[in-house]
């Protein structure tokens, strides 16, 4: 069973950066591709970024996403980190970690919530 964490939300002002990070408890993680998904009030959870286990990353809504936002792992201490650098206020959302693709099998963690205003 994997447990999800996410921290390292907050509000920053339009233009500004913010990381965050997901702790993913259990001895299944390092085998999983993990993806970053967001959702803003509203709207659908969507997926942001995803990594493989070996480092591979795409990035949904290239034109709007790719270039400000980078996802990166560390296997060895079972967590998965997303760089947002250049925030607009339309990346405003409940960002969560899950598998990707999602796992029905393993709980949404309660997310970590980013405002981007100024």
């Known amino acids: 069973q994997v447990q999800l964490v996410e921290s390292g939300g907050g509000l920053v002002q339009p233009g500004g950066s913010l990381r965050l990070s997901c702790a993913a408890s259990g001895n299944l993680f390092r085998v999983f591709s993990m993806g970053w998904y967001r959702q803003a009030p509203g709207k659908q959870r969507e997926l942001v970024a995803s990594i493989t286990p070996g480092g591979i990353t795409k990035y949904a809504n290239a034109d709007s996403i790719q270039g400000r936002f980078t996802i990166s792992r560390d296997n060895a201490h079972n967590t998965v980190n997303l760089q947002m650098n250049s925030l607009k206020p339309e990346d405003t959302a409940v960002y969560y970690c899950?598998?990707?693709?999602?796992?029905?099998?393993?709980?949404w963690g309660q997310g970590t919530q980013v405002t981007v205003s100024s």
């Open positions: 899950n598998p990707y693709p999602r796992l029905a099998t393993i709980d």
